[in-house]
């Protein structure tokens, strides 16, 4: 006793509908087809030239039972794989000569950075002298690889050895440990 609008009880038929043929309920829109007799069957058309034309293409196995066709069957199919891999391999060719040539065609050539003559670095053995000395009289002397210099005109060498100022602290180290 209430109202159902337009649209839902459109719905709802569809949907009674539906259920009606999916239960093959008898239904006035849904009538099964009459089924044919069997004498108004016709038989199927046999075009002999067709079938024979399609089969020439269709590689079948020989049905023959002497061994030595059997043999030339299988011969004849190796050597057919040959060739078929063959024609594969030149086909397979020519496409990727095509494709080099497209892309030298296409490519600009990278810009290249002009090469740069690393320095090779030369070593020369120095002879140095620790700042702190044990012994006045006898000097430690340790003999370091360095790199040389690049510019050895500039360089002036010093006549005699100079040898740092020790700080007051050290100065005051070394004294205690010369008094024991």
């Known amino acids: 006793n209430y109202l159902v609008p337009n649209r839902e009880l459109s719905q709802i038929e569809k949907h009674i509908h ?13 009538r099964l087809l009459p089924q044919r007799i069997p004498s108004e069957i016709l038989p ?12 020439e293409n269709i590689q079948k196995t020989p049905k023959i039972k002497t061994e030595k066709h059997k043999v030339l069957w ?16 030149e086909l397979t060719e020519q496409r990727n000569e095509r494709k080099d040539a497209q892309k030298l065609s296409d ?14 670095k030369e070593f020369e053995w120095v002879t140095a002298y620790p700042i702190v000395q ?3 009289k006898v000097l430690i002397e340790v ?10 005109d500039k360089i002036e060498k010093p006549l005699q050895r100079e040898f740092l100022s020790i700080p007051p602290f050290l100065r005051s180290q070394l004294e205690k440990t010369k008094e024991m």
């Not at 199927?44 to 089969?55: C, G, H, R």
């Not at 299988?74 to 391999?89: N, P, S, V």
């Not at 490519?107 to 090779?120: A, G, I």
């Open 18 to 30: 539906r259920a009606e043929c999916a239960r093959r309920l008898r239904d006035h829109r849904y």
């Open 44 to 55: 199927p058309k046999i075009l002999a030239l067709e079938k024979e034309k399609k089969n």
């Open 134 to 136: 044990p012994n006045e």
């Open 74 to 89: 299988a011969k004849k199919q190796i050597k057919g794989h040959q060739e078929r891999m063959i024609q594969g391999r």
């Open 107 to 120: 490519q600009v050539p990278p810009y290249r950075k002009p090469l740069v003559e690393k320095e090779k």
């Open 143 to 152: 003999t370091i690889l360095m790199e040389k210099a690049k510019k050895e």
